[in-house]
């Protein structure tokens, strides 16, 4: 296995249904779970977004949940407003 993929082994997914990580909406639950307490949750969810993994419970997130964060990310940054002393914008 690469080293950039090595979290993979320590993941709590190791020991769980394989069918769960890819359930319908109605059932992920379960696999959203079993991620909570993953050590390598945060790992997983990068990957996931990195990647566009567009199926499945990855790093806790169902698919809706990693195009939200996607569509987030880029989305431009709002410019910072300046005030005066009053308070007021300039």
Do not use: H
């Not at 090595?6 to 190791?14: F, I, K, S």
């Not at 639950?29 to 566009?52: I, K």
């Amino acid at each position: 296995m690469s080293a950039q993929l090595d979290w993979q082994a320590r993941g709590a997914c190791r020991t769980g249904d394989p069918d769960a990580w890819f359930a319908d909406n109605m059932t992920t639950a379960a696999a959203q779970r079993l991620c909570a307490p993953c050590p390598v949750r945060a790992e997983c969810l990068t990957w996931a977004l990195d990647t566009d993994e567009r199926y499945g419970v990855w790093g806790g997130t169902t698919a809706a949940e990693r195009l939200r964060i996607r569509r987030a990310r880029s989305k431009p940054a709002a410019a910072p407003t300046t005030s005066d002393d009053s308070g007021r914008a300039a």
